[in-house]
């Protein structure tokens, strides 16, 4: 018999407030939030604000590899016994964050069915994203996938109401993501604006209509 969940645990509150082994801290735009190379020993849960992931190699070559944004984990491999950081996190606006023990979160998700629900949703549409990713990088064109990524970073497609309004990401951290120059992403992002895709008024505002540049042949 399937097991009820316990009464009075809210994946919501616990997730939005601090507690035994976790802890909420805020970071101001362009705040290092961990650095790659350091020890890991906690997970970390957006409440509020975007965060850009880059890896560097041996040779010093930076590397976007994603940004997450709220509502969304980072730094899970601790739960598979990473622990360093294998890459650096960066705060892309204002974020609000919460900082959950490696013990706690294995707690948690053994005791409490709807935070492992969700962490599992978590990670099969992140797994899904990197496939997407990966088949991106291999047989679409630059202007596709920097369409791609914009609606993406938008949330098109996910459940609940898309955040059509981006806070200004670069376009350099865009050409990091797409693999390309700042100078294409810029002949892209005109073109975009000029056809209604995107408008600029302070931030990104990402229409639906870009879909059609990811869904053309």
Do not use: C, W
């Not at 082994?21 to 805020?26: A, D, G, L, M, N």
């Not at 850009?52 to 899970?76: C, S, W």
Request: hydrophobic letters at 40%; charged letters at 25%.
């Amino acid at each position: 018999m399937k097991s009820k969940p316990k009464l009075g645990f809210s994946a919501k509150v616990y997730l939005d407030t601090m507690g035994p082994s976790r802890s909420v801290r805020e970071f101001a735009k362009k705040h290092t939030i961990f650095v790659q190379g350091e020890v890991a020993d906690t997970l970390v849960y957006i409440q509020k604000g975007a965060v850009k992931f880059t890896v560097v190699n041996h040779l010093g070559k930076e590397a976007v590899i994603a940004i997450f944004r709220d509502g969304e984990f980072f730094g899970e491999g601790v739960l598979t016994g990473q622990t360093i950081r294998m890459g650096t996190a960066t705060a892309l606006e204002p974020t609000t964050a919460l900082f959950i023990e490696r013990k706690e979160m294995a707690r948690v998700l053994h005791d409490e069915h709807s935070i492992a629900d969700l962490f599992i949703k978590h990670m099969v549409t992140r797994n899904l994203q990197v496939e997407g990713d990966l088949i991106d990088q291999l047989f679409n064109s630059t202007e596709k996938r920097l369409a791609r990524t914009l609606l993406l970073l938008a949330r098109y497609g996910m459940e609940g109401h898309p955040k059509p309004a981006l806070e200004r990401v670069s376009q350099e951290t865009l050409a990091e993501m797409i693999g390309t120059t700042r100078t294409r992403v810029n002949f892209f992002m005109n073109k975009f604006r000029k056809l209604g895709f995107i408008e600029y008024n302070g931030g990104i505002t990402v229409n639906k209509s870009l879909l059609t540049v990811v869904l053309h042949e």
